[in-house]
């Protein structure tokens, strides 16, 4: 029987959705054979369901794709549905709070979880409860999947989403597309080479940082609420903000759009290979292209470029 219909999910994207939940990840034509369908259409619902938030796709070449928990994911896609369940969401969430209070015993200023489903249900909890601002530091590892479907949805009820990436990260499979898609959507992106820490910071309030890079190991992480180590969090991030480079440009820029792509890789410390990968150039066209762009702005080498660009604005 089909329940999430009233959600405008499809009868048979909710089959693909409860097969896949079974199998907790799996490829289109794993659940093709599940459901005796061909990939295609399997493949076609996978794609609906990650726009909605219910399911994510991994990292790495193979096209796969991971179930988002349900409640957080199912949450998400009611907060955009309807603007009539605020005064609800509310409520809920202060339950929640009291709920959690309960369990501790006390409202603790460092909370430890461990895993990474209760780190990923954290990161969605942080997200859903933000009203004014998302702050994050991003870089690999991921304990789970690349994407972050409910940042999209957080975007559309007005939340602000400022990003600072390690070069690290847009060398992953389908991440620049992904911020890209973000930035188009409103979240302001920067990137900044040597970050050695992942965090997200919701409204000033309540941070969530993994206390290892280390996912091949058990994966804890800390849920941190005000309090001095939360304040010098913040001060951290916006000594980072301040320093990263922006992977957006202004509407005069006069690069092309392609050079601007690559001048902002460049200076945000990707190697040749890894921009050339991204832009789908060989080496040699890309490096051919920087010896042109290092004409055009007078600069002796790639760090001269990327500091008169940065002077005129243009990244």
């Known amino acids: ?55 994510g796709r991994l990292a790495g070449t193979r096209r796969r794709y991971a179930a988002i ?4 994911a199912l949450e998400s896609l009611v907060r955009s549905r309807t603007a009539d369940l605020d005064g ?25 979880i461990t895993g990474g489903e209760a780190l990923g249900r954290w990161f969605v909890q942080l997200q859903q409860e933000a009203r004014e601002e998302v702050i994050t530091l991003d870089r690999p590892p991921y304990a789970l999947t690349t994407s972050n479907p409910v940042e999209a949805t957080a975007l559309t ?46 409204d000033r309030r309540l941070a969530l940082m993994p206390l290892s890079l280390d996912f091949t190991a058990e994966v804890r992480a800390a849920v941190i609420r005000p309090s001095a180590l939360l304040d010098g969090l913040i001060d951290y991030w916006e000594l980072c903000w301040r320093t990263a480079t922006p ?3 202004p509407a005069d820029d006069p690069l092309n759009e392609e050079d601007r792509q690559m001048l902002t890789l460049l200076v945000g410390g990707l190697k040749d290979e890894a921009i050339a990968r991204q832009l789908g150039w060989s080496v040699r066209t890309m490096r051919r292209r920087i010896s042109r762009l290092h004409e055009e702005l007078g600069a002796a080498n790639r760090f001269q470029a990327g500091v008169i660009a940065a002077r005129r604005g243009w990244i």
């Open 1 to 55: 029987m089909s329940q999430l219909t009233a959600a405008g999910i499809d009868p048979f994207d909710e089959s693909v959705y409860r097969a896949i939940l079974v199998r907790h990840t799996a490829a289109p034509a794993e659940l093709a054979d599940d459901l005796s369908c061909s990939p295609e259409r399997v493949a076609r619902a996978l794609d609906r369901l990650r726009e909605n938030g219910l399911v």
């Open 69 to 72: 928990e349900p409640g957080a």
């Open 247 to 249: 992977l957006d440009a």
């Open 88 to 112: 609800v969401r509310a409520a809920a969430g202060e339950l929640s709070r009291l709920f959690t209070t309960a369990q501790q015993g006390s409202f603790a200023q460092v909370e430890v």
């Open 157 to 202: 009820r007005g939340v602000r989403y400022r990003a600072v990436y390690a070069p690290e990260a847009l060398e992953w499979p389908g991440v620049l597309g992904d911020i890209r898609e973000l930035v188009h959507r409103g979240e302001q992106a920067r990137v900044l080479p040597g970050l050695r820490i992942k965090l997200a910071i919701a």
